[in-house]
């Protein structure tokens, strides 16, 4: 049983940073896709960054250059570190997994697996 859980959310003020963390549990780490994924309320989810199990990363445009996506599998831990964060950053963010190597889009090509979410506020 795959399990993915999220940690690090919390407030902060514009120009602040955070790091979140995604552990997973029940399988090898290793081998996935994994993305964060963050969603507003009254807005469609959007992937903000992922990363292959060949370390090839991409992320959207709005959080280019602030974020990065990195992965411990050692600690079967995904990470999203975020600097200089604005109040539109605020939302619900979500790691995922799935099998794949990264697509031209810069997607996995599958996600199976889903955490929870932790909030992040920016005010």
């Known amino acids: 049983h795959v399990q993915l859980v999220e940690s690090g959310g919390g407030s902060v003020q514009p120009g602040g940073s955070l790091r979140l963390s995604c552990v997973v549990s029940?399988?090898?780490?290793?081998?996935?896709?994994m993305g964060w994924f963050r969603q507003a309320p009254g807005s469609e989810r959007e992937r903000i960054a992922a990363?292959?199990?060949?370390?090839?990363?991409s992320y959207a445009d709005s959080v280019k250059g602030r974020f990065t996506i990195s992965k411990d599998n050692g600690k079967n831990t995904l990470y999203l570190e975020m600097n200089s964060l604005k109040p539109e950053d605020t939302a619900m963010y979500s790691c995922?997994?799935?099998?794949?190597?990264?697509?031209?889009?810069?997607?996995?090509?599958?996600?199976?697996?889903w955490g929870q979410g932790t909030q992040v506020t920016v005010s």
């Open positions: 995922a997994a799935g099998f794949g190597w990264l697509l031209r889009d810069g997607s996995c090509p599958q996600l199976n697996y």
């Open positions: 029940g399988s090898t780490f290793g081998k996935y896709c």
């Open positions: 990363i292959d199990d060949v370390r090839r990363t």
